[in-house]
């Protein structure tokens, strides 16, 4: 697992896909930190992708090195409202404090994917491995 935590590290920005009535919607997100096994991001209440993540909390994001290896990673959505994540992001996050301004703001929440699978597969021939955390 360290290795998907590390991977991430490097390479921020991911493409999470939810499920919209069944049809797939794809957008850009950014990984915070992983804690005790569990990966961490941030939206918004009021927007399309929180509502998605209620409706089914199934989904799966991307990401891509430079050097275009791939992380791939399954799992659910865990929509925990911890005020000590939303501190850390927003200290830690100029970009997350300049829209939310304080982790105390009531549109601001954050997720975990905390069950799930990756897969890291790059262009090298060597076979594509797999996590579970």
Known sequence: ????????????????????????????????????????????????????????????????????????VKGQANLDDDMAIKRRIIENNGLVRSIYGSAENPDFTVFSVDHGTAFMFDFSGNPPQSFSF
């Open 1 to 72: 697992m360290q290795k998907v935590i590390d991977f991430l590290s490097a390479n921020t920005t991911v493409f999470l896909a939810t499920s919209d009535s069944g049809a797939a919607r794809v957008r850009p997100f950014q990984f915070q930190f992983a804690e005790n096994g569990r990966l961490w991001f941030c939206t918004a209440r009021s927007k399309e992708t929180f509502a998605q993540m209620q409706n089914d909390p199934r989904l799966e994001f991307a990401c891509m090195s430079p050097k275009m290896e791939t992380l791939r």
